[in-house]
């Protein structure tokens, strides 16, 4: 059983900038990937961010250049450093992580608010 357990969210003023913390129960190298979706209320999960196979990164275009993916592998914690905050950024952020062996692929973590005021 994989835990994934976020934090760092809140809320912060157009311009601000807010950093997402992701324990997992596991190393972080283990999964094929892990990182970062949110959901706005009434719409579809999207990837935010993400660690590919350990290394390569991948940033959905909205968030490029304004969010950064950083990761401890000693303390088993991804980050996400989001500055430049809009209102489109408000969302339930989760932490995500798959290719795992059975009986379970992917997991999710409880998810995060960030909410971004005018």
């Known amino acids: 059983q994989v835990q994934l357990v976020e934090s760092g969210g809140g809320s912060v003023q157009s311009g601000g900038s807010l950093t997402l913390s992701c324990a997992s129960s596991?190393?972080?190298?283990?999964?094929?990937?892990i990182g970062w979706y949110r959901q706005a209320s009434g719409k579809q999960r999207e990837l935010v961010a993400r660690?590919?196979?350990?290394?390569?990164?991948e940033y959905r275009d909205s968030v490029k250049g304004r969010f950064t993916l950083s990761r401890d592998n000693a303390e088993k914690t991804v980050r996400l450093l989001m500055n430049s905050l809009t209102v489109e950024d408000t969302a339930v952020y989760y932490c995500?992580?798959?290719?795992?062996?059975?009986?379970?692929?992917?997991?999710w973590g409880q998810g995060t608010l960030v909410t971004v005021s005018e």
């Open positions: 995500h992580a798959d290719g795992f062996p059975p009986p379970q692929y992917e997991y």
């Open positions: 596991v190393n972080i190298l283990a999964p094929r990937t």
């Open positions: 660690f590919i196979n350990g290394g390569r990164t």
